[in-house]
């Protein structure tokens, strides 16, 4: 099938140059097959060609290029932002020396909704254009070709993507010369099909109030009809209509936040459109780019409730919270304290309810504090901003693993003086159930409950004393339970009676911990992953240590065993305890890995440059050990010294190119690690296995730079 679909995409050849077409499903979607020549649709469902709107250039005028997409009916590529999960289309260029290229400009997209969102498309016959500015000098005898490579994705009711490389040759005069057709359909396009410029009487603002952006438009000459608003920022929740209110010379659309969207939200690219009440009348269309300002008491949300309602809303999403699977594991602890405090005397107990919810008040009020002074001094923070920092997440991964480690029976913390922990959790002691107040509601954070959302989204602009007591009112919903069973011990006998069933409620509600982990596992790789892909992996491994020294502490250092065995196998479990926790916490690449690509392969050797390529895959075992050879100083030095430039061969997903690169090489299969030396033709290829010494003894070979 593979050289069939390589023979028939060899056909397409672009008008100026020929174009190298590669399909590939988008993950996700059903493929569609591509169809055999001769069958009368052996031509893509969409196209792109390069084409230049001038046939000559002359030096420091720029002119504009564009890639000119043709859709079948039904088929669509997307705008810069395309509204929901699909790709936009994104160029590489490739110029001679001196030349730079603009941005890929968007002309007005057509909107439809898909699944309750909006989705931003181009269908028919569309230009995406660029600006390519020459350099003021140039040799008369200049060869002028611009290799540009696309790639988009396009869809129907399945998904595709292709990558096009297409290349133009120009030649050079002293004045440009325009193509007869390209530069008056450029031209027309640009000015009816491209947005313009706001008009400076007119005066617009993005003001974040909650979880809601307020655009407001004001002037005097404000189009009439429907507005729309085409965000070309994914923290923003696309919709085909948003709310919008109009009077007096001033427009306000309401555009709600996308809570999933990581990073801050400092500016408001997007169109704004306005469609008259004729169908047949041309939309217009104001570009805008504006800088998002953090807004007063007095915000949308706010503004449809009272502070009472917000506070009910607090309080009854703070006693949902108890139910949330965030939370729910921490709250069986106390269940279990409860059950086993339930013939104790009645003042005790009603102090041990005071204690957690003591617990939960100073937990939300630190939180709530540290909101209100980074939101003082300008950040855009939001509920559960602590576990934006990956060695939060990675503490709080810790500790549910080991919590359901405990609840599982792999070992038992208060045998013996190292059970210091058993004050830390559900116990009878004071401390304990104190902290166990705490640890409800750090892991709480992570949970919008229903009206809870909305609740938090109104405090966030609050007056400092509201904002406590909206904060407040959650902390007290989450511990109100609590408190009740403390100060009414009665309803502690509707609770059953300590016996076997404990043990295994216990083991249950571990289950829920190990999900609780691995959820903060997730997130901690989401965190990581930019700064070193492999923190996730780490991170399971040293689980996995974690847990091994668990198990030896549970398995040997218990009263029933010889002090030796319990001071030896404390301390091995002490140790893989500690190394489990380096082993995954946050660390950063110190070498910088470039995406590898066969022409810059060349275009390196090309300048003596010497390279090193790494072909790895995440399903890798071994690609992953060898990783560990990396990690040593003297490579990091010599990586500076030599300079090296590192590639990393991805062949995690099928890639043909690697497969054809790696077959070269004379391999079927990863590991492959090669290095080019500057003044060596053929290239050095190193074990399969590496160690430190090893990649040393073959960078070694590498001459010094030459002094500049």
Known sequence: MKPLLLACLSLLVG???IAQIETTPFPGFKSLSVPKPGDGADAPEVTAELISEVTAIAPDKPFTVAWKFVHEEHWHSFWVSSGGIERSPTVTWTLPDGFSAGPLLHSIPNVAEQDGTASYRHEGTSYLLTEITPPKELAPNAEIVLEGTI??????????????????KLTL??????????????????????PKPMPPAWKATATRQGSKIALKIQGADLPEGTVQFYSADKHIVSKVNYNSQRGNGEITLTLPVDAKEEGPLTQLPGLVVFSAADPFAAKVSYELNLPVSIGSAANAEVGAMTLSYTLLLAFIGG????LMPCVFPVIGLKIMGFV???????KKILLHGLMFSAGVLVCFWALSGTLLFLRSRGEQVGWGFQLQSPWVVYGLMILMFAFALNMFGVFEIGTSAVGVGQELTAKQGLSGTFFSGLLAVVVATPCSAPFLAPALGAALTLPPVSFFA??????VGLALPYLLLSAFPGLLKKLPKPGAWMEAFKQIMSFLLFMTAGYLLWVYGGLTAPTNEANQLYAVLGLGVIGLGAYIYGRWCTPVHAGKTRAISGLLALGMVAGGIYMGSPKKDALKWEVWTQERVDELREKGVPVYIDFTAKWCATCQTNKLSYKSKDIIRLVDEKK????????TDDNPKITEALAGYGRSAIPVNVLYIPGQEEPEILPNLLTTDIVLSYWNKIPAPPEK
Not at 157 to 168: H, T
Not at 319 to 322: A, G, Q, S
Not at 644 to 651: C, F, Q, T
């Open 15 to 17: 008008t100026h140059g």
């Open 151 to 168: 790639k988009y994705q396009y869809c129907k009711e399945v998904c595709k993507q292709s990558v096009i490389k297409q290349a133009l």
């Open 173 to 194: 005069a002293a004045e440009a010369s325009p193509h007869p057709e390209n530069a008056t359909v450029i031209a027309e396009y640009r000015k009816t099909q491209f």
């Open 319 to 322: 006693l949902i919270l108890n």
């Open 340 to 346: 086993r405090q339930a013939g104790q005397d009645r």
């Open 470 to 475: 909206v904060f407040s009112m959650v902390g």
């Open 644 to 651: 090296i430039v590192l590639l990393k061969a991805d062949w």
